[in-house]
């Protein structure tokens, strides 16, 4: 693997060409961050005739994995990932099945699915995050996700509110919510977690256990995705299960592609 600079910018462009869809957090995060941040790593891989084989990036403890024509030299990839050691890795599900078994991790299946057209629904019980100096609102929301066991499983500590602060500030990210009446509390909410190049990737849809099957998550969903159109984006969203690929395609969403990640044990 080849640690990549700003010189291969053009080259790992190039690579990727039009299969975003298959790499999107990999694709904002390198439109959004380039190799000016350090907390993004970018490594090629080239076979024997020098030409790609795969494009890693890791953005904190997050690690994305593309192989544009599924030629990658899984060996490779699985010690890259032993060295960096992240707490998730992120790729098409047919790239990372090639990686077979690696150890520490667990695999799990999902879907990619891009918003097609969206579904009219009454919102306005939905809360955009309000961006002011104390980030309260950010902060119910990372301490509501981090509470959940398989969006907080692969955090620590501040790294999920670090994270959202960070897109937040930099308008690479933004979150709405819904409150409880009574308590004030946070009991649904999605957000995304990248914004860029008229591309935007939505995750964290959840609603708390209490309050399931009043349809909050499809509507705070909702929220996100109509305010996400209004400003243009092309919009996409991950799912796992099928209860989330039935309220996406409640919202508008259609499913392009299987999806995988290797969740660190």
Known sequence: MIRCGINDREEILSYIGKE???CLYLYVDLMKYGFDNPNVRLWLQKNAEGRNTALVLQYYTGMHVFSRDGDLDPAEVVELINTNQPSMVCGMETTLTKLGEVEGYEIELGMVGQLVKLTDTDTSMCIKAVKDET??????IADFMADDEALG????????YNQLVERYEQN?????????KESGKVIATASTYAEEAGVAVISGVMAHPDFRGQGLAGTVLSAVCKDLKKDGF???SYYYIEPAERLHRRVGFETIGNWAKLVRQ
Do not use: E, T, W
């Not at 690479?172 to 409880?180: N, T, V």
């Open 20 to 22: 975003y869809g298959k």
């Open 135 to 140: 980030r309260d609102d950010i902060r119910d």
């Open 153 to 160: 499983k692969p955090y620590k500590d501040d790294q999920l």
């Open 172 to 180: 690479f990210g933004r979150s709405f919510m819904i409150r409880d």
């Open 234 to 236: 092309d919009v996409f």
